[in-house]
């Protein structure tokens, strides 16, 4: 029975452990029929191996979203392994650690442009970086963390996410005419090696657990990764510039449920 992404060709950035979010997307768009390269930072020997664990072998592509060289060469590399992508995941967002854990008001401008570079910025450089490749009807995926308020501890990731969600809505002006599509996944707290850098991440971590009305499970990234695929694939032709909640609820309620 063909899957929801048969014949898509995806690009999945952001691989570091079987935890990442990218990781999640990879494996089930695989087995939804998808064709996936990845790219990874740093030790690229590490990734190669989490990759060897998805459904199906996979290259690996190098990728510094800070590097020009490397963002500018990116699209002749993908064409080494595809001939066109139909949809490309953004996972990716660093904040130096004077940045995080309640250093909002002590943080230097060279650490807080670099988190604004890597979390925000790289959305549009990755973009630009797939666009010769991206056929119309291509779907532009980021994943997010609802920014609508300051968060105990995310400080100047906070603000990352901020211009984050900015960028899309700037993507999609400059990019619906082209047929691209380009929307966000807030995503609620995951285990992820991300997450763990986070001085005070268990905070989220309880008050998800508290006040999600669906509940919500910080190991389990497949509702994560279907929102992602959903938004690559064909059944949303016509939405950009959005951002999909998928965090239990959590967003939509003021207070632990049961204690009104």
Same mark, same amino acid.
């Given at each position: @029975?063909?899957?929801?992404?048969?014949?898509?060709?995806?690009?999945?950035?952001?691989?570091?452990?079987?935890?990442?979010?990218?990781?999640?997307?990879?494996?089930?768009?695989?087995?939804?029929?998808?064709?996936?390269?990845?790219?990874?930072?740093?030790?690229?020997?590490?990734?190669?191996?989490?990759?060897?664990?998805?459904?199906?072998?996979?290259?690996?592509?190098?990728?510094?979203?800070?590097?020009?060289?490397?963002?500018?060469?990116?699209?002749?590399?993908?064409?080494?392994?595809?001939?066109?992508?139909?949809?490309?995941?953004?996972?990716?967002?660093?904040?130096?650690?004077?940045?995080?854990?309640?250093?909002?008001?002590?943080?230097?401008?060279?650490?807080?442009?670099?988190?604004?570079?890597?979390?925000?910025?790289?959305?549009?450089?990755?973009?630009?970086?797939?666009?010769?490749?991206?056929?119309?009807?291509?779907?532009?995926?980021?994943?997010?963390?609802?920014?609508?308020?300051?968060?105990?501890?995310?400080?100047?990731?906070?603000?990352?996410?901020?211009?984050?969600?900015?960028?899309?809505?700037?993507?999609?002006?400059?990019?619906?005419?082209?047929?691209?599509?380009?929307?966000?996944?807030?995503?609620?707290?995951?285990?992820? @090696?991300?997450?763990?850098?986070?001085?005070?991440?268990?905070?989220?971590?309880?008050?998800?657990?508290?006040?999600?009305?669906?509940?919500?499970?910080?190991?389990?990234?497949?509702?994560?990764?279907?929102?992602?695929?959903?938004?690559?694939?064909?059944?949303?032709?016509?939405?950009?510039?959005?951002?999909?909640?998928?965090?239990?609820?959590?967003?939509?309620?003021?207070?632990?449920?049961?204690?009104?």
């Amino acid at each position: @029975m063909p899957g929801l992404l048969n014949g898509k060709r995806l690009l999945i950035t952001g691989l570091i452990t079987e935890q990442s979010l990218a990781f999640g997307v990879a494996r089930l768009a695989q087995e939804e029929g998808a064709e996936v390269v990845l790219t990874g930072f740093g030790r690229l020997s590490l990734v190669n191996r989490i990759a060897a664990r998805l459904p199906k072998p996979a290259p690996v592509i190098e990728l510094d979203v800070t590097d020009t060289a490397q963002l500018d060469g990116l699209a002749a590399q993908v064409r080494e392994h595809t001939d066109g992508l139909d949809g490309v995941l953004h996972s990716i967002a660093f904040a130096p650690p004077s940045a995080l854990g309640g250093g909002f008001l002590t943080a230097p401008w060279e650490d807080v442009a670099t988190a604004l570079q890597v979390s925000a910025f790289s959305f549009k450089s990755l973009a630009v970086a797939t666009l010769p490749l991206l056929t119309p009807g291509a779907g532009i995926v980021g994943m997010d963390f609802d920014a609508r308020q300051a968060w105990p501890v995310y400080d100047w990731m906070g603000v990352a996410k901020a211009g984050l969600e900015s960028v899309t809505r700037y993507l999609a002006r400059d990019l619906g005419p082209k047929g691209i599509r380009v929307n966000l996944v807030a995503a609620g707290p995951q285990r992820t @090696m991300a997450a763990k850098s986070i001085p005070g991440f268990e905070q989220f971590e309880r008050a998800w657990q508290e006040r999600a009305p669906l509940g919500w499970s910080l190991t389990d990234s497949t509702p994560v990764a279907k929102a992602a695929l959903m938004l690559m694939s064909d059944w949303f032709p016509a939405t950009t510039g959005e951002i999909v909640h998928v965090d239990g609820g959590f967003h939509a309620v003021g207070v632990p449920v049961g204690d009104a």
